[in-house]
């Protein structure tokens, strides 16, 4: 015998009720997921001390062949003065900004960030970025602007040139713990001579002398100087080696400390 309507009716309802019951459970543990999902991707965005994106490190110079001046390569920017890349592009192991020495001006890199959020990231390959141009990282440290000083990585016994048009204006000592560590050598740009650029980690060529007008991937400043024994650099974490580079800062003229 059929059960009653009353009955039927019943069932239907209970048996809808645990349908909807079954799809708000599922719909709260996609909503968990999806939250665990954008705190996530919020924290690997605008993370300032987490672990640094694992972009493959270039591979080592220090097995190349002996290399020329590099090809006129701009890499930063500061208004109207162009800073050129140093050293021959053939024995870059990794390019670097952090904070520089006091007195040091926010630099505007060209290229693209290598380490940067991935929101960041994502952003870039939507509306592109830097085709052609140097990957570069953000490195902790120094007292200036974060974009202050470039760190251009590259083996110690590298040829350095001049990465801009001017004039030397003074060679100095690099001291740290009583020791010397190369020179850094100030150039007064010929296109902006109310700055300094300053490139330092140098072991300086006996040929250079204040007063000597320089051209920029063109003039050789020197070679980079083993900085392994005299602090642990930060660029080592992105290269194959022990992070050795060529510092460039760029002060006012006016207010530049030498020492």
Do not use: C
């Not at 490139?199 to 991937?217: E, F």
């Amino acid at each position: 015998m059929s059960p009653p309507a009353p009955t039927r009716r019943a069932r239907t309802t209970r048996g809808r009720r645990l349908e909807r019951e079954r799809r708000l459970r599922r719909l709260a543990v996609l909503v968990a997921v999806l939250a665990v999902g954008l705190v996530t991707l919020l924290l690997s965005a605008f993370g300032g001390s987490g672990t640094p994106a694992q972009v493959a490190a270039p591979a080592s110079a220090s097995s190349l062949l002996p290399a020329g001046p590099p090809l006129p390569e701009i890499i930063a920017r500061l208004g109207a003065l162009h800073i050129q890349m140093p050293v021959s592009q053939s024995r870059v192991t990794a390019i670097g900004y952090q904070g520089g020495s006091e007195g040091a001006l926010a630099l505007s890199p060209l290229g693209t960030q290598a380490n940067q959020g991935l929101l960041r990231r994502l952003l870039h390959s939507i509306v592109g970025g830097s085709s052609g141009q140097p990957h570069w990282y953000q490195l902790p440290g120094g007292l200036g602007p974060s974009s202050s000083a470039i760190d251009v990585g590259a083996p110690a016994g590298t040829d350095v040139y001049s990465p801009v048009d001017g004039t030397i204006v003074a060679i100095d000592d690099v001291v740290l713990n009583n020791q010397v560590y190369g020179s850094q050598i100030d150039i007064q740009p010929a296109g902006a001579p109310s700055l300094v650029v300053s490139v330092s980690h140098v072991r300086v060529d006996p040929s250079l002398v204040v007063g000597s007008p320089v051209t920029a991937a063109g003039s050789k400043l020197g070679s980079v100087v083993d900085f392994t024994q005299a602090e642990r650099q930060a660029l080592a974490r992105y290269t194959n080696d022990s992070g050795n580079h060529v510092k460039i800062e760029v002060h006012p003229s006016a207010t530049l400390t030498l020492g």
